[in-house]
């Protein structure tokens, strides 16, 4: 089987030690995680791991069901590339002198879509949210003015569906509360 990019979601409780859980799935399996993001969801209480893997279809599918089977995750899925709308953020530190090269940093920020997010007198801090791909884009033209810190977040994802997966995690929940 092919290998394929795949975007991995869980909706959980939060509690210590299971990222660290589901992180030795993958390590088990001798899967390198990507980028992997845990945030709070549209349900109060209710976390999301959104986990970005390049693995067989398989291979991802067995790591779901073992996901699904730690005991504080509600429900978990995988996506394939074109089933989801996926984002990243970058942050790009620059010296401040760099913009006294004219108009150049301020084209090439404007060309990418992204945004100067501080000025501070010794530095700059520039933002772009987009694909993996545009923000290696934006620090290879960035990079002769002197990038002093870079950091690529992690992805984050929806489905593309109309009602992604969370919409059963909610059932779950109001089932469970119901008896």
Known sequence: MEKREFTITAYTENTVGLLHRITIIFTKRKINIESITASESEMEN????TI??????????????QIEKLVEVHKAAYFKKEEVVQQELALYKLATESLTNGL???????EHSARFLTIE?????????????????LFDELKPFGIKEFVLSGRVAVSRAEHGIGAEVRELLQAETNT
């Open 46 to 49: 209710i976390y999301r791991f």
């Open 52 to 65: 970005a893997v390049t693995e067989t279809e398989e291979l991802v599918g067995k790591v779901v069901k």
């Open 104 to 110: 150049e940093v301020e084209r090439i920020v404007r």
């Open 121 to 137: 007198k010794n530095f700059v801090v520039i933002e772009k949210a987009g694909y993996r791909r545009e923000a290696f884009a």
